[in-house]
Structure formats: C-alpha cells, structure tokens
C-alpha cells in the first residue's frame, strides 16, 4: 500500500471514528435536557446551558448541584462546573498544532473537548487528526444541542433515559478509543491509577476536583517516566 492510500485510509478512519463518537455521544444529551428541567430550569435555560457552556461533565454538575439545592446553590454549582471545565485547558494545549491556524483557532476551543481530543489522539496522520477532530466537535455540539432540546421537552414521556441505556453511551464510546491505545504498561498504569483517584475521591469532594486529582497522576508518571522506556545513556564523548 502506497502512502497515499495509507493517508486516504487513515482520513476515512477519522471520518468513521468521529461520527460514531458523535452520534453515541449526542443520545446522551436526552439525558441532560430531561435532567435539566427536573432540576428546575426551564427549556430555554437548558438549551442556552448546552449552547454556550457545551461540555457534559460541566453540565451534569451544574444541574446536578441545582437540582439538590436550588437557585441558592448556584455559586457552588457554578464552582463546580468551572473545574471540570478546567480540564479543557489541558485540552487545547494538546490540539492547538492541530487545529490549524486563522478562523479555525476562533471556533475550535468551543468543541475542544474529551471525546473530539481522544478522536484526534487515536490517529497519527496529521491530517486525519484535524478531521478527527473537527468531525467530532462539530458532531457533538450539533446533535448534543438537538437531543438536549428533545430531552428537555419530552423527558416527562422518555422516561429515565437509563432504561435506552443513554448514561452509558458517552463513557462507552470513549472507552473505545481509549482501549486500543493501553498497549504499554505506562498507558495501562496510569489509566488504573487515575480511575482509582477519581472513584475513591468522588464520594467526598466536590464535583470537578477528583478529575484534577486523577489528571495529576498522568503528570507524575509523565515526569518521573515510571514504567516508561528508559532513555538511552549518553555516549562518552
């Protein structure tokens, strides 16, 4: 296979991959819009909440925090929404030479997010990285956009969305892109160790902080290379 095939099929892998992250990812908006009215926010405030601040892990914790303490909760749910959100900054780090330069760095921070970054990751060919990437951002933000305004006016008649089984949708399409890629012990470690932090953490912080936690382990094995391939000794001049 020449390299032009290679790259051509390589493209057609992205396109593949970030359709059917969007599509599994997008179902879960249902979930959020019939969330977000239970919570007490009206269809507006739930569609205007998935416009503008578009990442699940934010959303869910803004309503969540809501729904269990009203409005007089909204500095702490608004806390909590900004450091799961924090996470994106690492994000956009690791995607800004891939997104390409001019317009594209205006619009690309909006959809930088966990599952257009895994999709842009999983391929080493620049060029299926930014369509990786772009497919999938741009996927999501439109169909989670949609199924938040069908979640929010139907949620009543769905039901709990976990009977469809849409609270595993998100976590089962990033799963797939992530397990392919646990082929060294220094990936398979610290994928079990920052579950770890993040399972044991959960029940006893606030939402946002066992995430952070759970990302300071990829930084330590990072910096200390543990487990990693040992770099070669300097050769005596």
Request: proline content about 4%; glycine content about 12%.
């Amino acid at each position: 296979m020449d390299a032009g095939t290679e790259h051509r099929a390589a493209e057609r892998r992205a396109w593949r991959d970030g359709v059917g992250v969007a599509l599994a990812t997008s179902a879960y908006g249902v979930s959020f819009g019939a969330l977000a009215v239970a919570s007490g926010l009206d269809v507006w405030q739930t569609c205007v909440l998935s416009l503008l601040m578009f990442t699940g892990g934010s959303q869910f914790a803004f309503v969540g925090v809501i729904g269990a303490g009203g409005l007089a909760a909204a500095p702490a749910a608004i806390a909590s929404a900004a450091l799961l959100g924090t996470r994106n900054v690492a994000y956009g780090l690791r995607m800004a030479p891939v997104v390409g330069t001019g317009w594209r760095r205006v619009f690309a921070p909006h959809v930088t997010i966990d599952e257009s970054t895994a999709v842009a990751l999983a391929h080493d060919e620049p060029k299926a990285r930014r369509i990786g990437f772009w497919v999938t951002g741009i996927g999501i933000y439109l169909g989670w956009n949609l199924s938040t305004l069908a979640g929010a006016l139907l949620g009543d008649v769905l039901g709990d969305p976990r009977t469809y089984g849409l609270d595993a949708a998100a976590a089962a399409a990033f799963l797939a892109l992530l397990w392919p890629r646990l082929r060294r012990r220094q990936a398979i470690a610290v994928g079990v160790a920052a579950a770890v932090v993040a399972t044991v953490l959960t029940p006893a912080l606030m939402p946002g902080i066992p995430v952070l936690a759970a990302a300071v382990v990829a930084l330590v094995v990072g910096w200390t290379n543990l487990l990693g391939p040992k770099r070669a000794a300097r050769r005596n001049a």
